[in-house]
């Protein structure tokens, strides 16, 4: 299956990733399901190892040429149970398939001496070794490249002995012919393998970088949509709720208190010559301004009490859990915190003031239009007053 990404390129002929760096990765990857069947196939290669031995006997009784073989077996079987304890403590070796190559050499080498001293059995030798290399490639778990090398040395052993015992070219050409068989069977066996696991380590991986595309995406559109449904709710000068938001954060307070039958009470606040100052110092002055008294009024009112904007200069104070005579001592203490807290501007200090006006929300008034309207009335007549003062009303 051909991949997007250059990135997962496999070689045609060796099946590995051709960059490196991937490779290493399906290396380590694949290493501890590699090490676990190379653990089994070594268990049954040390096991059929011994178990041959017996025909062996059979066949030569306990003569020298059979302690020959024996010990032959022996060393090779040791070396693969040795193989087997060191694997779970060193999967890696299974991974780079440089230790179990060496072990099928080895072990090909420990074979000769079958070659000359079982004459009798010549012929199932040489098609034993074909299986052996044929199974070797097919179930040890190991890179191609490595694979061929320890199948060539393989043959290459075999036609030497064949050779050495004095048999006829004709012999050794029709062993050769024979071999690669099982090599070029394996060859091809492996190579499909080799792809098919590489291909389907590249899906993962990409299925697994899509997920985390994926998710970043989904983070993205949530502090998207946070953001978005924050400057819905929000005045983006003051970082204070909104008309908008305060209308229905009305609605739910006015209810909640009504029903656990607690005063409300709302208040506003106009900052006097407020235009004053913006044309004395600059609208970004101005702003500044906005923005100290809204970290006052927030900083300076209890957890529940809502602050808002409500355009221009004017503040909006929502004072649930509240009765009338309590929210008037809020409001005063909020108009004197605000005289005694000047912003600073130009690296002055400046005092600012506000016109107050607040009042309990009455039994009949469901929206805060309703309110607003007393409210505004108050301070208007605080306007006129003199300002800096807060109106009941
Ligand atoms: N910097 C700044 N100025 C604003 C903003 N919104 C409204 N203003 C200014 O606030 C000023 C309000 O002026 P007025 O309504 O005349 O009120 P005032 O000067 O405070 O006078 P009084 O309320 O009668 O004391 C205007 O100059 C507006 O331009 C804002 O977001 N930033």
Known sequence: MPFSSERYRISSLWAEFADPAVEKAFLTHMQPMWARNLRVAVFVWAG?????GLLDLQALG??????????????QSALLFGFAWVLPRRPHLAASGYAVTALEIIGFFLFMPIYFLRPDIATLTIVVLGVMVLTMMLFVPNRLKLNMVAATVAVILALTCIALKGRGAEIVIGAAIFLSLPVATGFFGTQQLAKVQRQ???MFNEARAANRELRKEMERRKLLEEELKRQATTDPLTGLFNRRQYEMLFRRERERCRRQGTGICVAMADLDHFK????????DAGDAALRHV????TAKLREGDVVGRFGGEEFIILLPDTDAPEAERV??????ALEANPVMIEGQPRTLTATFSVSAVRAGERDIVDTLRRVDAGLYQGKHAGRNQVIAV
């Open 331 to 336: 409001i005063e203490r909020l108009r004197g």
């Open 276 to 283: 004053a100052l913006n044309d004395e110092f600059g609208h």
């Open 200 to 202: 389907q380590f590249a």
């Open 62 to 75: 306990w003569s020298r040429d059979f302690f020959i073989l024996a010990a032959c077996r022996i060393v």
């Open 294 to 297: 809204a970290g006052l009024f």
């Open 48 to 52: 059929l190892l011994l178990a041959f």
